[in-house]
């Protein structure tokens, strides 16, 4: 296996600087935060290239905060110079070092793939199997509390076998490590590093189990076969090696009948977002909120547009 050199000069480039800053800017949406984005362009992009040079950028501390949908969890933003560093750790040292051992069927945070490709592959996997099989099975299984179980030397122990740039795995090490425990969600390391976490069991699901059809979104994934009892041998033999990898599965894992309806990425068999179903509820706690000067104008505003552009594509599935 070849273990990736000379990554840490990639982020330390004017131009990659650059391209991570622009990056930032087009994902920030707050439109005053942008406009000083702007107007102190130069400053921010010499600054951090100086303290990449100097190698001695530190990890600033993390703005906390709770969302509630679609479920309830713990999200972490950064200043401007810390979203910058950690772009460009991610795009210029994680992804080449990484992404060529991903497996295709591990389907989040790259280019060209998300929650879309993860419900097409399930789709076209479900229509091999109705052509091949008379009746099949599918393992639905999910790790309990993923990001905040990943484990900081098993982790460090994988990077290491893929980079070998000393500078490099520092300043990817002092990002793992500025969290307490596990990865927080809401940082493009994060979401490489979580991706990668788990791709040796993908290798072994594909590999040793002989799984020919099989999806991974994160820390949710399904497995395909027409023989129920087989796939209760590779829960027992996924179970011991997310053990070994300190994380363990939670109750949702089950095996279901190809005719039973079962949740994936938020959509049913049938191809309907379940989830939806409460969206008066959900904006009219939202309207409470509003009113009670417990949440913004404009982030009830966002929410409504979200509920719609939901509700409008639930019934476009329903229609196809």
């Known amino acids: 296996m070849k273990r990736m050199g000379n990554l840490y000069q990639n982020i330390c480039k004017f131009e990659n600087i650059f391209s991570s800053y622009k990056e930032v800017c087009k994902n920030t949406k707050n439109k005053r935060r942008v406009a000083n984005l702007k107007d102190y362009k130069s400053i921010y992009i010499?600054?951090?290239?100086?303290?990449?040079?100097?190698?001695?950028?530190?990890?600033?501390?993390?703005n906390k905060f709770i969302i509630y949908e679609p479920k309830k969890r713990e999200i972490v933003s950064q200043n401007v110079q810390d979203k910058i560093v950690n772009h460009l750790v991610a795009?210029?040292?994680?992804?080449?070092?990484?992404?060529?051992?991903?497996?295709?069927?591990?389907?989040?945070?790259?280019?060209?793939?998300?929650?879309?490709?993860?419900?097409?592959?399930?789709?076209?996997?479900?229509?091999?199997?109705?052509?091949?099989?008379?009746?099949?099975?599918?393992?639905?299984?999910?790790?309990?509390?993923?990001?905040?179980?990943?484990?900081?030397?098993?982790?460090?122990?994988?990077?290491?076998?893929?980079?070998?740039?000393?500078?490099?795995?520092?300043?990817?090490?002092?990002?793992?490590?500025s969290n307490t425990k596990g990865l927080y969600i809401g940082s493009m390391t994060s979401q490489i590093l979580a991706i990668f976490y788990l791709n040796d069991m993908d290798h072994f699901?594909?590999?040793?189990?002989?799984?020919?059809?099989?999806?991974?979104?994160?820390?949710?994934?399904l497995l395909f076969h027409p023989s129920k009892d087989y796939l209760k041998f590779c829960l027992l033999e996924i179970e011991k090696f997310v053990n070994k990898e300190k994380l363990t599965l939670n109750l949702k894992t089950r095996i279901y009948k190809n005719t039973n309806n079962f949740l994936f990425l938020g959509r049913n068999t049938k191809g309907e977002y379940v989830r939806y179903r409460n969206i008066k509820r959900k904006i009219k706690s939202k309207f409470n909120q509003y009113k009670n000067n417990t949440l913004p104008l404009g982030n009830f505003i966002c929410s409504l547009r979200c509920y719609q552009n939901l509700s409008n594509r639930n019934n476009l599935l329903k229609k196809t």
């Open 205 to 221: 699901i594909k590999e040793q189990l002989k799984i020919k059809y099989y999806v991974r979104y994160q820390d949710d994934f």
């Open 91 to 177: 795009r210029y040292i994680l992804y080449p070092a990484i992404l060529p051992c991903l497996l295709d069927v591990n389907v989040a945070s790259r280019k060209d793939m998300g929650t879309s490709k993860g419900l097409d592959l399930a789709l076209k996997f479900h229509c091999k199997c109705k052509i091949n099989y008379d009746t099949y099975y599918v393992l639905k299984c999910d790790i309990s509390k993923f990001f905040s179980s990943i484990d900081h030397d098993i982790l460090k122990a994988k990077l290491l076998k893929r980079i070998k740039d000393k500078d490099a795995l520092k300043i990817v090490f002092d990002i793992i490590d």
């Open 46 to 62: 010499s600054r951090i290239h100086e303290i990449l040079e100097n190698k001695s950028y530190v990890v600033g501390p993390y």
